[in-house]
């Protein structure tokens, strides 16, 4: 059995099975885990999102901030400041409900404790550990799975509070999760998080820094799978794996496997869009 983590795919479909004929996937054998973005800006996101779904359970994926943008707008709510989603095929599908109940449902995080690696979105503030990384994980799924989803979406899109605090509480704590989950690239050593910058290392202001190499974070040493930070392609911190290549962009398609040591295999792509820092 080969276990793959694949990068996002924002609705390029086609990249996506030509990758995975690369791979030679057969879903009775092998196993995907997706760093979410399934969907959105790509030209086939429905396609992907019901493929992904009948993968069963050969695929694991956990939800990025375009995936919970497709929550949100499957419950009427699109902030004025986001004009450029594709989700329409999504919402006008005959089996949308199916799709958006399956993907509510998904995980923000997931762990796997004899392969050893951690797969999130985007990243982790430096004062998570491993365990309380998964108790905040399952705060929101909660609300996603819950009878309180379109209160919480409704107060889901913005920037504070910026640092982490235990006595965080109510909405602010759960928004301040998702954005660390789903939105992070940079922080400064307080953990104090820098949500408007998407470039790579070393165009973020003055005294923030990639959130993996915050000194003395709590998960050091863990092996973290992640996607959402598509220029950046590689790193030298030890157990730091970004599997967001760019494909929508015109860069690649990522394949980690997982199973073995550590192999990336990268599909050139067509780019759908001008390039972007994503």
């Excluded at 793959?4 to 924002?10: L, R, T, V």
């Excluded at 009427?76 to 004009?83: E, K, L, S, T, V």
């Excluded at 999130?120 to 905040?136: E, F, M, N, S, T």
Aim: proline letters at 7%; charged letters at 25%.
């Amino acid at each position: 059995m080969a276990v793959y983590a694949i990068g996002d795919i924002q609705g390029c479909y086609d990249e996506l099975l030509e990758l995975l004929a690369i791979l030679r996937f057969e879903r009775q054998r092998d196993r995907l885990w997706f760093v979410g973005d399934l969907v959105n800006r790509g030209p086939k996101s429905l396609e992907t999102l019901r493929f992904v779904r009948g993968l069963g359970p050969a695929a694991i994926t956990v939800l990025g901030n375009h995936d919970l943008h497709l929550l949100a707008a499957a419950h009427g709510i699109r902030p004025d400041n986001i004009d450029d989603d594709t989700l329409e095929p999504i919402l006008a599908a005959p089996d949308r409900e199916e799709l958006i109940d399956w993907l509510r449902r998904q995980p923000l995080l997931h762990y796997d404790v004899e392969l050893g690696y951690l797969m999130v979105h985007a990243g982790l503030p430096p004062q998570w550990d491993l365990k309380l990384a998964q108790r905040c994980a399952g705060e929101v799924e909660t609300v996603l799975r819950g009878n309180r989803l379109e209160a919480f979406l409704s107060r889901m899109y913005g920037n504070k509070p910026r640092q982490w605090s235990g006595d965080l509480d109510g909405w602010d704590r759960l928004r301040f999760i998702v954005n660390c989950f789903t939105r992070m690239r940079f922080c400064d050593r307080n953990g104090r998080l820098e949500l408007k910058s998407s470039g790579p290392p070393g165009t973020q202001p003055e005294d923030y820094y990639p959130w993996y190499e915050i000194p003395g974070r709590a998960s050091a040493g863990m092996n973290i799978i992640f996607g959402h930070w598509s220029s950046l392609r590689t790193t030298n911190i030890p157990g730091i794996f970004p599997t967001d290549s760019g494909c929508l962009w015109g860069g690649q398609l990522t394949a980690l496997r997982i199973d073995t040591q550590p192999e990336r295999i990268d599909l050139p792509c067509r780019g759908w869009l001008k390039p972007n820092s994503g």
